[in-house]
């Protein structure tokens, strides 16, 4: 009758349980030398029976002596096996992958180096297994006992250099869920061991992990947070090397999917992530070029924030968002774009985020939102047309930008959103040009700072940017229609007229308007007139500019029933100092000219010593009067014939203007009562 453990002796089988080391020693050196015996003649039903024998008896057992005897045991028979182990690899790995979860530590070492010795003997039989190895080692490096992390570490790397040998045979598509599983870790020793088995993975040239990239990225990403110095670059590492690959061939990449991830991750709060994602971002941009424009709205999303970095820290998640930034705006001007629009980009998605950052506070993230604005109306205007109404409110918001380059931006999209149409519009002049010019007017209205601080810069730019003669002509028929507001009337007609007469933008127009013995002119003086009329002092300046001198001398004389406030004598004071200007050198020269048989001379002097009347004897009065002191006697001494001046040359009803005039005064005149009676009886509040 067989002993009850054979085919181990009786007394090999007391000391494979003993308690001391030296003897379960001795009792796995009988094994291992039994075990060649076996091999050599071929017995495998014998050395089953072994193997089943410490699998079941040892190292099941409650006697965690016995349990440490089964597992030298079975390190034993590996290595009795050698080469041969791999017939017998699953009897040997499965009981001490068991034992690797035992709670005595000790035995929990053992089975490491137990498996060490098999997987040694095994090489590539073990392939099969290592999903379960991986997932075991994955435990015991996070273990509380250092010799039993020790003992991991140790066949961890050996387990590497037979998986890296044995990449042929090595089932990558059966790992990737199990190492998705395990990125999520927060153990820094876990961290550890996962990037360690990615970066070596990696390595291989065999192995191409980029197909997979899409499974693990958000895992690294998540990982670059871990406050541990050694996981953070072990992280960046793994992270630069799928990179580097990706630029020597991005066929593999899921770059659809991978993109999603790199933006969710460039939005993240930490700086090292962000950088990161961003960068990636950048050199996805340049690699795959117009592929990722579908995902414009989220790149958006990720890198306009980043645009308005100052800190040194932040220096490089800045360049390269503006690098990303130039780059997409290159990409979208591309001719291969602009046949295909539909297929590459989505103009809905993109213009709700940049509508959403027009409101952001950086400087430079809204000026890089209006640029994009401006850049998509210029290469998709009949797209983006559907968009020009929801923008006009945003965009008229940021005219309060305490930024100069910010509001000059916005006037540059709300010009190219009014030209596109203009574009598409034979009747724009008298609809599109009327409805931008009312809402800005309105905005004037409402925002007394915009009117005070920022107006001037608007209209001047605007003049620049479109056509400067419709802008003065549609704000002027707005004034005249629809302004019922006399005070706010006066004050941009005083605005309008200080530009015209002194900006460098308007020279055209001034010289047009010098000359309304043309007819076109001369329409454009009767329509600038009509809302002009509210602010007595710029009808001056206007007919002055115009070379009415005839009309101007009359409406001098209607001055003496216009309310001298101390407003008007500023203006004309203003008005002198203008005289006084390069401007109306013209008009100076006038006063000794003989054209028109002196006619324009001597109306012009009798306006300028109408106005000097007005005058107080101030600085201003002085002025004046030392000019008109210049002026030659020769060209009084003959009767004036009216026909002969420019103002009757031009054929524009003057007497018609001229009651305009005195009905707009006396409106206003009204007003002013009407206003000092209400403030008696309900005093304005402080």
């Known amino acids: 009758m067989d002993p009850p453990y054979a085919p181990l002796s009786e007394s090999c089988a007391k000391a494979l349980g003993d308690k001391v080391y030296e003897k379960r020693k001795l009792a796995s050196q009988e094994i291992e030398k039994m075990v060649t015996e076996f091999n050599n003649k071929n017995n495998s039903v014998q050395i089953r029976k072994l ?36 017939k017998y690899v699953n009897e040997l790995v499965t009981p001490i992958l068991t034992c690797l979860n035992d709670p005595d530590l000790r035995v929990r070492y053992f089975a490491c180096e137990s498996l060490y010795n098999v997987v040694k003997v095994a090489r590539s039989a073990i392939i099969p297994f290592f999903p379960e190895l991986f997932a075991a080692l994955s435990r015991l490096v996070t273990d509380s006992d250092q010799t039993v992390k020790d003992g991991s570490e140790l066949l961890d790397r050996l387990l590497k250099d037979i998986v890296t040998e044995s990449s042929q045979t090595f089932n990558l598509e059966a790992f990737i869920p199990l190492l998705r599983e395990h990125i999520y870790v927060k153990d820094a020793f876990a961290r550890q061991y996962v990037i360690s088995w ?21 895992g690294l990403f998540v990982m670059l947070e871990d406050n541990t110095p050694e996981i953070q670059r072990m992280c960046e590492n793994a992270i630069s090397q799928f990179l580097k690959s990706i630029r020597n061939d991005s066929s593999s990449v899921r770059m659809e999917d991978t993109i999603n991830t790199l933006i969710t991750h460039a939005q993240s709060p930490n700086e090292l992530i962000k950088s990161t994602a961003i960068n990636w971002i950048r050199e996805f941009v340049q690699i795959f070029g117009t592929s990722v424009l579908p995902y414009a709205s989220g790149i958006f999303t990720a890198i306009l924030p980043c645009l308005e970095y100052n800190l040194e820290s932040k220096r490089s998640i800045k360049e390269s968002a503006v690098s990303v930034n130039n780059t997409m705006m290159l990409l979208v001007s591309t001719k291969e774009l602009k046949t295909q629009t539909g297929d590459k980009i989505d103009l809905s998605s993109i213009m709700d985020v940049l509508s959403q950052y027009l409101t952001h506070n950086s400087m ?43 509001v000059l931006q916005s006037l540059s999209v709300l010009a190219e959103i009014v030209n596109s149409q203009d574009n598409r519009e034979n009747d724009f002049k008298k609809t599109h040009y009327r409805k931008f010019l009312l809402s800005l007017l309105n905005l004037f209205s409402e925002e007394k700072l915009i009117l005070e601080n920022r107006a001037s810069l608007i209209i001047r730019k605007l003049c620049v940017l479109l056509n400067a003669e419709y802008i003065y002509r549609t704000f002027a028929e707005i004034i005249a229609d629809e302004v019922p507001n006399l005070k706010f009337a006066s004050t941009v007609v005083r605005l309008l007229n200080i530009i015209l007469l002194t900006s460098t933008e308007l020279f055209e127009l001034r010289t047009s308007l010098r000359t309304i013995s043309n007819e076109k002119s001369a329409d454009l003086f009767q329509c600038l007139y009509k809302s002009w009329a509210h602010c007595p002092v710029s009808t001056l300046s206007l007919c002055l500019l115009a070379q009415s001198y005839q009309h101007v001398s009359r409406l001098v004389t209607l001055f003496a029933d216009v309310e001298i406030t101390l407003e008007l004598l500023t203006e004309l004071d203003k008005l002198v100092q203008l ?34 009347m007005l005058l107080p004897q101030t600085e201003a009065f002085d002025t004046l009067r030392n000019r008109l002191q210049c002026v030659p006697n020769y060209w009084g001494q003959n009767p004036i014939d009216e026909r002969n001046s420019l103002e009757y040359k031009s054929g524009i009803d003057f007497d018609a203007l001229e009651q305009h005039f005195i009905k707009l005064q006396k409106a206003h005149r009204e007003q002013r009562i009407v206003h000092r009676k209400r403030s008696i009886i309900t005093p304005e509040s402080n």
């Open 51 to 86: 193997i089943d024998v410490l699998s079941t008896d040892y190292a099941t057992s409650r006697d965690v002596n016995r349990r440490k005897g089964a597992l030298i045991g079975l390190a034993a028979t590996g290595l009795g096996l050698g080469k041969d182990s791999d």
């Open 198 to 218: 990615i970066s070596i993975l990696n390595a291989v040239p065999d192995i191409n992990m980029v197909n997979y990239l899409t499974e693990i990225l958000d």
């Open 364 to 406: 430079h993230t809204k000026i890089a939102v209006l640029k994009w604005i401006h850049h998509l109306f210029t290469n998709f205007p009949n797209e983006m047309s559907q968009h020009a109404s929801n923008l006009n409110n945003n965009l008229l918001s940021t005219l309060a930008d305490n930024s100069d380059e910010v």
């Open 579 to 612: 005289i006084e200007s390069p401007i109306f050198g013209p008009l100076r020269l006038t006063l000794v000219s003989k054209a028109n048989n002196c006619a324009d001379a001597q109306y012009l002097a009798h306006a300028l010593f109408g106005i000097l």
